[in-house]
């Protein structure tokens, strides 16, 4: 394998015009697969006996906590991949994931609520799902405020992926310790956001809104990790020479 | 005050004398500052005593409060505790001393932890039965709630130690300690205030002690690493 | 058509949900693209005097 070549690409130099090209593919690949999603999600999904339209919210729900979990770990992988290599660029790119990820997370949240009151009859039940998510989020505001607090980038990246490589560890013991504290004090295990039976449409309908939300972050993600490449390597000769920098 | 030797031998037999000679230095240094062990303890006995005042002295409401409040209490009162564990080496250079001797860093910081616990958190299971009792606590709740603590405020001392190392010398040191680490004591949390809840609901406490006694182990073995590579990144 | 508005009468929840779904999207997307501008801004600035524009001197 042409090895040299990859590391070519964890230069931010050479990444920043690539990453360029690849954000209108991920961001319109996101919008026709959404547009799709939605489609099948309002349109052609049949009602729910027990929920009714209610469910239909599922379509944001469940995408939206998948990809909050799945940003946490895709962000401590490049941590670690950071502190394995010492490449500025996979920081940065765990810089770039922690908010699209904190704001996954508050759609779930969010929608789980609204999905919860007509359902359940309450906007915030403490079920196990639920409550993970809040953590979560608790944890993505805990990697960007330690980033903020940090002058020296340097100190940031390091400290950053410490900090999110000890969360990762910790998320499948918090929600394993959280599911327990749930079925303990809610002996039938209330959950706010129980699915309904699942019609082989409602599964299609979130399994595609799940690779829209995907596309979607990963078009984001790259678009923020060209504007911190821009703001880390200002003074550097390749951004000096990018032609929207000489543009003006 | 004692120096950092630098003459001890780089191999494993270096394990032991480090966790040691950091244990007998901090316990040192902690002890003559007798009054600021007091004051935490302090706060932590009145926070635990603000909460009937807040809610209601009714016997049974509080009895099924209450290793819930002790147990959040023993969290702030570690949160409260924890920048104590590297600020004040840090501030007159000595952190950089320890992490330059010879003895392993994971283990002159277990050494540290292990202080930090004697001092806040062993005396927080001590005083379990006394508080205990201002929650109408029975002979077998307060004896559950009392293992649950001991093993679980050591894992509070050693999560918050990596929590201390990174946010060294930050400004809004305490608030952002807090939020780091809280989310990560939810588990010891969840598992300590319920080892009385379940036996209390006669399910029996081998399952949650179980659960705290594993991670007290893995939070033993791995917290004083991750500890040490926040300290070197926060003294780079 | 009312009745795919209407939600079997859960149109606040459904579309109250999707609304501010996307709303949250489309704030995102508008901060990233700000922060961008700006860093564009700074990048200029901070850019070695080498091009034409800045040797003729400021129009």
């Known amino acids: ?248 | 005050m004692a120096t950092a030797p630098t003459s001890a031998s780089l191999d494993a037999g270096a394990v032991l004398p480090g966790v040691r000679w950091a244990l007998v230095r901090d316990m040192k240094l902690a002890l003559r500052s007798r009054a600021e062990l007091g004051v935490q303890l302090l706060f932590y006995i009145i926070v635990v005593s603000l909460f009937p005042l807040a809610t209601t002295p009714e016997r049974n409401l509080l009895a099924t409060m209450g290793p819930g409040v002790l147990w959040v209490a023993a969290l702030l009162a570690s949160l409260l505790s924890l920048p104590r564990l590297f600020a004040a080496d840090h501030a007159d250079g000595t952190l950089e001393q320890i992490a330059l001797s010879p003895y392993p860093l994971p283990a002159l910081i277990s050494g540290k932890i292990l202080a930090h616990w004697l001092t806040t958190g062993l005396p927080i299971v001590l005083l379990a039965p006394v508080l205990g009792f201002e929650y109408w606590m029975d002979g077998e709740a307060l004896a559950t709630l009392m293992l649950a603590l001991l093993l679980g405020t050591p894992i509070l001392s050693l999560l918050g130690a990596i929590g201390a190392a990174l946010t060294l010398g930050l400004r809004g040191g305490g608030s952002l300690l807090a939020l780091l680490i809280l989310p990560l004591y939810v588990p010891v949390l969840i598992f300590g205030a319920g080892a009385v809840d379940a036996v209390r609901a006669g399910l029996g406490v081998t399952a949650n002690v179980s659960l705290l006694g594993a991670g007290l182990l893995v939070a033993a073995v791995g917290a004083p690493f991750a500890a040490a590579a926040a300290v070197r990144i926060a003294l780079d | 058509m009312t009745e795919f508005f209407a939600m079997g009468g859960y149109a606040f929840y459904v579309w109250g949900a999707y609304g501010l779904t996307a709303l949250t999207l489309v704030i995102e997307v508008l901060s990233v693209r700000s922060r961008h501008h700006r860093s564009l801004e700074e990048a200029r600035l901070a850019a070695p005097e080498t091009t034409s524009v800045a040797a003729e001197g400021r129009p």
């Open chain 1, 1 to 248: 394998m042409a090895s040299g070549n990859w590391y070519r690409y964890s230069s931010p130099a050479t990444f920043y015009p690539l990453a360029g090209k690849m954000i209108p593919w991920f961001g319109w690949s996101a919008a026709v697969l959404a547009a799709i999603g939605l489609w099948i999600g309002l349109g052609i999904a049949p009602t729910d006996f027990q929920q009714g339209e209610a469910y239909r919210i599922i379509f944001i729900h469940v995408p939206s906590a998948w990809l909050s979990m799945f940003l946490y770990l895709v962000m401590a992988a490049w941590g670690a991949l950071f502190l394995g290599f010492n490449t500025r660029l996979s920081a940065m790119m765990a810089q770039s994931l922690a908010p699209t990820g904190a704001l996954m997370t508050f759609i779930a949240l969010v929608t789980g609520s609204f999905w919860g009151r007509p359902t359940w009859g309450t906007y915030w039940a403490w079920d196990a799902r639920m409550t993970s998510e809040l953590i979560l989020l608790f944890l993505y505001l805990g990697v960007m405020a330690l980033r903020n607090a940090i002058d020296d980038p340097r100190r940031a990246d390091r400290a950053c992926a410490v900090l999110s490589l000890v969360g990762a560890v910790n998320v499948p013991i918090i929600y394993f310790s959280v599911k327990w504290w749930n079925t303990l004090h809610q002996g039938s295990s209330v959950s706010l956001t129980a699915a309904p039976k699942m019609a082989m449409t409602m599964l299609t309908g979130m399994l595609i809104m799940s690779f829209a939300a995907w596309f979607y972050s990963i078009a984001v993600c790259l678009y923020r990790v060209r504007v911190i490449m821009l703001e880390r390597e200002r003074g550097s000769a390749w951004v000096g020479e990018l032609q929207e920098v000489e543009a003006r």
